[in-house]
Nanobody, 120 residues
Framework: QVQLVESGGGLVQPGGSLRLSCAAS????????MGWYRQAPGKERELVAG???????NYGDSVKGRFTISRDNAKNTVYLQMSSLKPEDTATYYC??????????????WGRGTQVTVSS
């Protein structure tokens, strides 16, 4: 099984920036899609950003132009650079990876979440 370690969350003022990281370790063939979701209290989990194995990206409408997703395949790590943060970005952020096993089967792994709070 894969282990995911998220880091980079915290408290930031409106207009500030944060960079989240999610590193995968363990035994697997490769990682295909990688992404970030978030969930605020009382709300459903929503897609923030995704990145394919080829580097193609997609973003939720509320973060377009402010957030950037990237990946380092050598480090099995996905990043989320968040800028111009707003109070409504406050949520727990989860990474999501499509893991390809050695037998070429696949499964989705979720991180445990990292809290982002945007407040003055």
């Amino acid at each position: 099984q894969v282990q995911l370690v998220e880091s980079g969350g915290g408290l930031v003022q409106p207009g500030g920036s944060l960079r989240l990281s999610c590193a995968a370790s363990g035994s697997f063939f490769r990682i295909n899609e990688m992404g970030w979701y978030r969930q605020a209290p009382g709300k459903e989990r929503e897609l923030v950003a995704g990145i394919s194995s080829g580097g193609g990206t997609n973003y939720g409408d509320s973060v377009k132009g402010r957030f950037t997703i990237s990946r380092d395949n050598a480090k099995n790590t996905v990043y989320l650079q968040m800028s111009s943060l707003k109070p409504e970005d406050t949520a727990t952020y989860y990474c999501n990876l499509r893991i390809i096993r050695w037998d070429r089967g696949s499964y989705v792994a979720w991180g445990r979440g990292t809290q982002v709070t945007v407040s003055s």
